[in-house]
C-alpha cells in the first residue's frame, strides 16, 4: 500500500508497516507528556488559587490580633490598640489628597429612605446630618444644630446654626429642617414609619426654630440619620430630576460626577460653610462599585482603592497570611443576628417548650461560626456588648438530648413538624438556613428551605400568605449605639415583616415603653427587661454579633482610623476623615 | 441581494416585537414585585398605588404590553428605569459601546489566532503541535470562564502586579478581559477549523491543486480555506453575536459597566423597562449579526449568491451562456 504523511512526503509500501510503528511509539510519547501537561495545569491552577498572598508585611501577631478580637467585639470597639499594636506595617503615605473607597453593594443615592439605597457614605459628605452618631464617641451629635431636647411628652424642639448655607448660597432655615423630615413619606420613603409624627403640626416658631410633633415620644428618633435638604431647591427640580445625582447640600463636599453603578466622585467646598472644622485635607472622595466582592480585595490589594469591607474569605485568607501594605480591623455594627421565631405565620410557637426545644437543639456558636468564619462573635443578648443597654441575659446551651425532651413535652414526636422559610439567595443566609436544618433533621423536624433574590424575598417577607416560620434577622444598616429598637426593627410591628413580630404581650409592652420614652434612662431599664425577657421566654435566639471586616491601605490609615469612621454595612463618616482632625 | 437584503431587515421588526412580547410575558409573571422591592416592607397601600400608577403596573398585562409597544413606536422610548429614574436609552448608549468595543476586540483576537492554529493544526494532523493544540482547546472548552477569569487576575493582576484588576481605565485593562473572553472562542474557532479543513484537504481538487505543483500554502490559502469558510463564518458570527449580547461573568468579575451587567441588574431588581429595552437590543443584535453573516456566506460563496440572484439577472445570464455556447457552435 502506498501513502502520504501528513507532509505529503509519498511513503512506500515496505516502509509503511515500519512508519505505522515509528508513528505509534511516537504518539504513545506524545500522550505521556500531555498528560503530564495536563496535570502540571492542574497543579498549577490550584497553586495560584491559593499560597501565601504575596509577602506578608503584617507580623503573625496582627492577624492573631484580630482573629483574638474576633472573640470579643468589646475590644476591637472600644480601642484598636489590638490591631494597631500589632506590628502594622508604619503609615508614611502622609494625608493623601484623593481617597478610593470600594463598595460592592450597589453605589446608591442620594435620596435616602426608598431603594436603591442612599449611599450613606456619600450623603454624610454631601450633606450634613440633622443628627448622627460619633462612632468614636458613640454619642449622638448633629451637624446643624445649637440644641434639641424634648420640650414635653410630644414636642421635640430643634434650633439651628444661623450660619449654615447650601452650596447654592441658600442660607438653611428651620423650614429645610422640617422638610427635610416631611418629604420622606411624600417620597415613599418608610424611615418615619415608626416614629409617630405628626408632619403637619410641625412649624417653625422662628426663622431657626423648629418644633417637632410627635402621637408619643420616640426614642430612636435621634438616633435615625437624617440629612438637611433645601427645601427651595427640591421643590424646583422635583423628586425625579437628574440632578438629585449631584444634589445641593450643606456638606463639606459637593458630588461632581456620577456614574451610575459604576462610581461618584465627591470634592471638596472652598465656600463650606463650617469654618469651625478646619482646613478640607482630603480634597477628593470616590466611591466605586463593584459588581464582585472578590475583585474588589483585589483592587485593595494592588493599591487601587485605600478602603473596602473585606468579605469574609478574603478576611479568612488575611487572618491566615497577612496583608501586603493592607491591613484589617474587626469593627462592630452594633448590632447582633438572630434566629426569629414566625409568630404571626405559625401558631406552633405560642407553645414556650417548643421554642425551648429548638433553641437547645442547635449549636449556635457553630452556626455562627458557619455565617461568619473568623468574624464570629458571640452575641449573649439581643444588643451587643458594646450597647449601654447590654445585659448579660445568660447563654442558650446546646444540649441536643434535652432538646428531644423538650419536643416532647411540648407534645411533639420526631416526625411531626416540618418547618419552612423563603430567605435571600446568598451564601450568609444559605449557610445558616443550612446549619439550622441540619440540626432540625437530628430532632426529626423537617426543614424546607426557599431562597430568592431580593425583590422575591421582600415579596415573601410581607405576604401573610407566604408561611415562613423562621428566619435569621440583623440590622443591615447597623446600630452606632447598639440600640434595642434598631436592633429588633420588626418586633414591635405586625405589620412589616410578618416573621419578624415577636408576640408577647408583657414584650410588646416593655418594648414600646423603651421605643416611646423622653426617659433615656428608663428606655434603657426597659431595653434591658426586654432582652431578659426574650431569654427567659425564648421569644428568639440571638447567637452573634454582627462584625464587618474592614481592610485599609496600612500606608496610609490607622485601625483606629477606619474604626472611627466606620458606622456599618459600607457606611463611613468620611467627614471624620475629611479634616485634619482625623489625622491627629 | 439587495431585495434579499431589505426583506431580512423587515423581518428584524416583528422578530423584535416577537422576542419582546416573549419576555415581557415572563418577566410579567415572575414572582417579584418592582414596587415592593424599591419601597422596602414598611409602605403604606397608599403609596404602593402611587408608585404602581406612576410606573404603571397598575395596568393589566396587555395595557402594560401595549403602553410599552406604542411608546416605543410612537416615542421611540425605552421609557425610565424604575429603581434609578434614568432613561434607558441614555444608559444603553453609555453602556453598549463597552460591550461593543469588548466584544470586537474579543472577536479579532479569536479570528487572527483561532483561525490560523486551527489551519495549521489540520494540515500538521497528529503532529505534536496537533495533539498538544487539541488538549489546550479541549482544557479552554472545559473550564469555566469565571475559573480564567479569576485565575489570571490573581496571577496577572495581584502575584505579578502587571496588569490593572479592573475597570477599563487604560491600554492595558483591556488585555485580560479581552483575552478571557476570547480564549473560550478560540478553542472552538480552531476546533471548527480543524474540522473543516480535514475535511476539505482531502478533496479531490486540492490533490489537483497540489498535482499542478503549486506550493502548499497557495494551496491552503486560496483553495482550502475559501472552501472551509462556511461552518468557520458561522461560528465566528455566533461568537460575536453572544459577546455584544453582554458578557455578564467578565463583566462581572472585571467590574465593566457594560451591557451584561445593567440587564443582570434589571433583572435582579425586577426593572421592566430596562429589562424590555435591553432585550430589545440584544434581539436587533441577534437579527443584524444572522444577516451580517448570511450575507458574508455570499461574499465567501458564489453558489450562495447565484441563490441571491433576482429572476432577470439569471435569465439574463443564462441567456449570455446561451448565446456563447451557439457562437461556440
Known amino acids: ?584 | 441581494m439587495i431585495k434579499y437584503f431589505i426583506k431580512r431587515l423587515l423581518w428584524t421588526i416583528p422578530v423584535m416585537l416577537g422576542v419582546l412580547v416573549v419576555v415581557f410575558t415572563i418577566t410579567y409573571f415572575t414572582p417579584g414585585d418592582p414596587v415592593m422591592t424599591i419601597l422596602g416592607t414598611g409602605y403604606t397601600p397608599e403609596r404602593y398605588a402611587a408608585m404602581a400608577h406612576e410606573f404603571g403596573l397598575d395596568k393589566g398585562y396587555f395595557g402594560q404590553i401595549g403602553s410599552y409597544i406604542w411608546n416605543l413606536i410612537s416615542q421611540g422610548s425605552f421609557g425610565k428605569s424604575f429603581a434609578s429614574n434614568i432613561p434607558i436609552a441614555q444608559e444603553i448608549a453609555i453602556r453598549f459601546p463597552v460591550t461593543l468595543k469588548l466584544a470586537l476586540l474579543s472577536t479579532f483576537f479569536v479570528v487572527i489566532v483561532g483561525l490560523p492554529l486551527g489551519i495549521l493544526s489540520a494540515t500538521k494532523q497528529y503532529s505534536a503541535f496537533d495533539t498538544s493544540l487539541t488538549a489546550v482547546a479541549l482544557i479552554l472548552c472545559a473550564v469555566p470562564s469565571f475559573i480564567l477569569a479569576l485565575l489570571s487576575l490573581i496571577l496577572f493582576g495581584v502575584k505579578l502586579r502587571w496588569l490593572p484588576i479592573s475597570g477599563l481605565d487604560t491600554w492595558k485593562s483591556w488585555i485580560l478581559p479581552v483575552a478571557t473572553n476570547a480564549l473560550g472562542g478560540i478553542a472552538v474557532l480552531m476546533r471548527m477549523t480543524r474540522t473543516t479543513m480535514l475535511e476539505v484537504i482531502r478533496q479531490d481538487y486540492i490533490r489537483t491543486a497540489r498535482a499542478k505543483g503549486l506550493k502548499e500554502s497557495v494551496v491552503i490559502r486560496r483553495h482550502a480555506l475559501q472552501n472551509c469558510l462556511i461552518p468557520v463564518l458561522t461560528v465566528i458570527g455566533s461568537n460575536l453575536t453572544m459577546q455584544l449580547a453582554g458578557a455578564i461573568i467578565i463583566e462581572t468579575i472585571f467590574n465593566i459597566n457594560g451591557m451584561g451587567m445593567y440587564l443582570m441588574q434589571g433583572i435582579l431588581a425586577r426593572d421592566y423597562p430596562v429589562i424590555n429595552g435591553t432585550v430589545i437590543l440584544i434581539a436587533f443584535i441577534v437579527c443584524v449579526m444572522n444577516l451580517a453573516v448570511d450575507l458574508l456566506y455570499a461574499l465567501v460563496d458564489p453558489r450562495i449568491k447565484a441563490q441571491y440572484t433576482s429572476g432577470k439577472r439569471k435569465a439574463k445570464a443564462i441567456r449570455k451562456l446561451r448565446s456563447a455556447k451557439t457562437e461556440v457552435e
Open chain 1, 1 to 584: 500500500m502506498n501513502g502520504r504523511t501528513p507532509d505529503g512526503e509519498r511513503i512506500n509500501e515496505g516502509d509503511n508497516e515500519k512508519y505505522l510503528k515509528e508513528r505509534k511509539k511516537a504518539m504513545k510519547k506524545m500522550k505521556a507528556f500531555l498528560s503530564i501537561l495536563l496535570a502540571l495545569s492542574m497543579v498549577f491552577a490550584l497553586t495560584a488559587c491559593g499560597g501565601s498572598g504575596g509577602g506578608a508585611s503584617a507580623e503573625p501577631a496582627a492577624p492573631a490580633g484580630s482573629a483574638a478580637s474576633a472573640e470579643s467585639a468589646a475590644p476591637a470597639a472600644d480601642s484598636a490598640a489590638p490591631a494597631s499594636d500589632n506590628a502594622e506595617a508604619e503609615v508614611t503615605g502622609g494625608i493623601p489628597d484623593t481617597i478610593t473607597i470600594g463598595f460592592s453593594g450597589g453605589l446608591g443615592r442620594f435620596l435616602a429612605g426608598i431603594a436603591p439605597s442612599e449611599s450613606f457614605t456619600g450623603c454624610d459628605a454631601v450633606f450634613d446630618s440633622i443628627f448622627k452618631t460619633d462612632p468614636e464617641t458613640k454619642e449622638i451629635m448633629s451637624d446643624v444644630l445649637d440644641s434639641w431636647g424634648w420640650k414635653d411628652e410630644h414636642t421635640f424642639e430643634m434650633k439651628m446654626k444661623e450660619n449654615i448655607y447650601f452650596s447654592n448660597g441658600d442660607n438653611a432655615t428651620a423650614e429645610d429642617l422640617i422638610f427635610s423630615y416631611a418629604n420622606h413619606p411624600e417620597r415613599g420613603s418608610n424611615y418615619l414609619n415608626s416614629f409617630g409624627l405628626l408632619l403637619d403640626q410641625c412649624v417653625a416658631t422662628d426663622t431657626y426654630t423648629a418644633e417637632f410633633k410627635f402621637e408619643k415620644p420616640y426614642v430612636a428618633f435621634t438616633n435615625t440619620i437624617i440629612y438637611l435638604i433645601d427645601k427651595s431647591w427640591s421643590e424646583e427640580v422635583g423628586w425625579d430630576s437628574m440632578e438629585w445625582y449631584q444634589p445641593v447640600g450643606s456638606g463639606p463636599y459637593k458630588c461632581t460626577e456620577y456614574v451610575a453603578d459604576d462610581h461618584m466622585i465627591l470634592e471638596a467646598r472652598d465656600d463650606y460653610w463650617n469654618k469651625d472644622k478646619g482646613e478640607i485635607v482630603v480634597k477628593k472622595w470616590i466611591l466605586k462599585n463593584y459588581a464582585d466582592p472578590s475583585t474588589m480585595f483585589m483592587d485593595l490589594e494592588t493599591g487601587k482603592i485605600q478602603m473596602c469591607q473585606a468579605p469574609t474569605a478574603d478576611y479568612d485568607r488575611y487572618v491566615k497570611d497577612g496583608g501586603d501594605g493592607y491591613d484589617c480591623v474587626l469593627a462592630p455594627t452594633g448590632v447582633v443576628c438572630y434566629f426569629n421565631y414566625g409568630f404571626l405565620n405559625n401558631p406552633i410557637w405560642q407553645n414556650q417548650k417548643l421554642r425551648e426545644a429548638i433553641a437547645a437543639g442547635v449549636d449556635w456558636a457553630a452556626l455562627g461560626k458557619l455565617g461568619y468564619g473568623n468574624m464570629y462573635v458571640p452575641a449573649n443578648s439581643l444588643v451587643p456588648e458594646m450597647s449601654k443597654e447590654y445585659v448579660d441575659v445568660g447563654q442558650v446551651t446546646y444540649d441536643p438530648e434535652h432538646a428531644k425532651e423538650l419536643l416532647a413535652e411540648a407534645g411533639y414526636k420526631p416526625g411531626d413538624l416540618k418547618l419552612h422559610t423563603f430567605m435571600m439567595d446568598n451564601p450568609f443566609y444559605k449557610d445558616l438556613c443550612e446549619g439550622f436544618q441540619f440540626y432540625m433533621q437530628e430532632m426529626g423536624i423537617e426543614c424546607d428551605l426557599e431562597f430568592g433574590d431580593i425583590s422575591t424575598t421582600i415579596a415573601q417577607w410581607v405576604d401573610p400568605a407566604s408561611g415562613i416560620d423562621f428566619g435569621f434577622f440583623y440590622y443591615v444598616a447597623g446600630s452606632p449605639t447598639g440600640m434595642l429598637r434598631l436592633n429588633t426593627w420588626n418586633a414591635g410591628d405586625p405589620n412589616g415583616v410578618k416573621w419578624g413580630y415577636f408576640d408577647d404581650e408583657e414584650f410588646q409592652a416593655l418594648y414600646t415603653e423603651h421605643c416611646y420614652t423622653t426617659d433615656p434612662d428608663l428606655s434603657v431599664q426597659r431595653s434591658k427587661e426586654c432582652q431578659q425577657l426574650v431569654y427567659d421566654k425564648t421569644l428568639a435566639v440571638p447567637f452573634c454579633e454582627d462584625v464587618k471586616a474592614l481592610a485599609y491601605d496600612n500606608t496610609i490609615f490607622t485601625g483606629e482610623q477606619m474604626l472611627n469612621c466606620y458606622i456599618g454595612a459600607d457606611n463611613y463618616q468620611i467627614t471624620k476623615l475629611s479634616f485634619a482632625s482625623g489625622w491627629e
